[in-house]
């Protein structure tokens, strides 16, 4: 593969993960303030969380920037292969706790879950949740 275009894909790929790994966050929130403003009906997927992951690639860009400029090469050379790892299980982690935490303030509220259309998640590992005040 030409190096342009690899390097083409990788820009690209760290593009996408911006938005990719921030919708988590947009979906968490969005969730607690529907809790807050006390809505009627509250739908999320929690295999949206997984999607963390894609904040991987920012890592990567930040390891190869400092390789290629050589600002951080020590550093870079010794930590890296850790951060890496680190930041792999910390996403991870956050991928599996956020919806567990999101579950447990809406029952907290008084939310109940109801039965859903069983489809699977497009997205990623996870399933559709549906939570109202009462299932009628």
Aim: proline share 5%; aromatic share 20%; glycine share 4%.
């Amino acid at each position: 593969m030409p190096i342009k275009l690899a390097k083409g894909i990788f820009i690209f790929l760290i593009c996408i993960s911006i938005p990719a790994a921030l919708f988590p966050f947009y979906e968490f929130f969005r969730v607690i303030i529907a809790t807050q403003k006390h809505a009627s009906q509250i739908e999320f997927d929690s295999g949206i969380f997984f999607l963390l992951l894609m904040s991987e690639f920012w890592l990567f860009c930040f390891i190869e920037y400092s390789g290629i400029h050589r600002k951080y090469p020590v550093f870079i050379k010794k930590y890296a292969a850790k951060m890496i790892i680190y930041w792999f299980i910390t996403s991870l982690a956050l991928a599996y706790t956020a919806p567990y935490l999101l579950v447990t303030q809406l029952e907290r509220k008084g939310y109940q879950k109801c039965a859903v259309e069983p489809y699977p998640s497009r997205i990623s590992r996870g399933e559709a949740k549906l939570y109202k005040f009462s299932c009628d």
